[in-house]
């Protein structure tokens, strides 16, 4: 995954807001992956509503350590998997 | 002629007769109509200066099968229909204006000097195109009534869908539709309404209460999901051409009304009338 370009994930998804959750659609040009779509949980969606055009990861694992309970080692595993996920769909 | 289909009105003009497969004659109206919904202009013969590729947009394919191909066009969208007996084959190509409601479909003539402009996939995908802006979606889900409320199945293939109408059927209910259903929002309330199939039915419309998620289990068994969770669950099952995110805020911001308005459940079954009691007990 190329970290320099995050912001990019956004553009490949359109987002719903149902209650306090976020449901995400990816635009698709295969009918394959219609079925994939997600919603978001709250450490997810505290990663997305981050995501803007010069975020690094490491901005994100200081947000993310400054407002969760949550060591700098664990927050940069979740951040990668959570941005590992958003790019393969 | 003119059809009407989920309470769609579609105006057909044909440089030549057409030929309709039987499923689609009870969905045929007689005489004019002013203001249809959209308008069909069948036309004889594939011209060879639309196979110059555009920009691509969209491939509707499986692992199985490819379905159609769709392209950005000068004027709208473009859609090659594939033969399904021969991939390599274009039967139909389609032009869909901006509005969305001007189609031009062009085939050759048959054997006997007809054109069949909605041979499968082409009449499935201008069903579908009927609901991206409009207030409705396209679901693969079986439909029952019970002469007071109507019920959405829906899950994956092999998941019990047809299984689920037969024993619903054997209990004296009406299936509006055990594989394709268009749903949509009319007078404030969700309707579900077959659509034509290979085989002929009469049309039919039914309200929509709830929404089954359904798969074969050991044990019957009914949980109620809300919000985020039910949205993206059934949106699921819809029928998606996702590469326009217009399309997708429509159905998502539709699908999160239905799931307002109707239960949705995850509903686990064994194969016999016991669900149908079970549910009916269960699900309000």
Not at chain 2, 127 to 148: C, D, P, Q, R, W
Not at chain 2, 218 to 231: D, F, L, P, T, Y
Not at chain 2, 264 to 284: A, H, K, M, S, W
Request: hydrophobic share 35%.
């Amino acid at each position: 995954m190329d970290t320099s370009s995050l912001y990019l994930l956004k553009s490949k998804y359109v987002t719903k807001e149902i209650g306090d959750e976020l449901v995400l659609v990816p635009l698709s040009g295969n009918v394959s992956q219609m079925n994939e779509l997600f919603t978001m949980n709250e450490t997810g969606r505290f990663i997305w509503e981050n995501l803007s055009k010069k975020t690094t990861v490491e901005d994100l694992v200081e947000k993310m350590t400054e407002s969760f309970d949550v060591s700098e080692e664990e927050a940069e595993k979740d951040i990668l998997l959570f941005l590992e996920k958003l790019d393969k769909l | 002629m003119h059809l009407l289909i989920a309470d769609f009105t579609l105006r057909i003009t044909s440089e030549l007769p057409i030929y309709m497969e039987e499923g689609y004659q009870p969905f045929l109206q007689e005489g004019e109509i002013e203001n249809p919904d959209i308008n069909i202009e069948c036309l004889s013969g594939i011209p060879e200066d639309f196979q110059n590729v555009k920009t691509f947009l969209f491939e509707a394919e499986d692992r199985n099968q490819k379905f159609y191909s769709i392209f950005k066009h000068k004027d709208g969208l473009g859609f090659y229909i594939y033969d399904q007996q021969d991939i390599n084959t274009i039967q139909q190509i389609a032009l869909l204006d901006e509005t969305l409601t001007n189609w031009k479909i062009f085939s050759r003539p048959l054997f006997n000097g007809t054109l069949f402009p909605l041979k499968y996939p082409m009449g499935p995908i201008l069903m579908y195109y009927l609901t991206v802006n409009n207030e409705a979606v396209m679901m693969h889900a079986s439909g029952i009534f019970n002469g007071k409320k109507g019920r959405l199945f829906t899950g994956f293939s092999g998941y019990g869908k047809s299984t689920m109408s037969r024993l619903w059927q054997s209990c004296g209910n009406l299936v509006i539709n055990d594989d394709r259903l268009i749903i949509r929002k009319q007078d404030g309330g969700f309707f579900m309404h077959n659509t034509p199939m290979y085989y002929t039915d009469q049309p039919k419309k039914s309200p929509v209460s709830a929404v089954h998620l359904i798969r074969h289990a050991s044990e019957n068994s009914s949980k109620k999901v809300s919000g985020a969770q039910a949205v993206s669950k059934v949106l699921a099952f819809c029928i998606q051409n996702n590469f326009d995110k217009q399309f997708i805020q429509n159905h998502l911001s539709f699908m999160s009304e239905l799931c307002s308005a109707a239960d949705v459940y995850e509903t686990g079954f064994l194969p016999d009338t016991d669900i149908v009691r079970y549910i009916q007990e269960n699900d309000y």
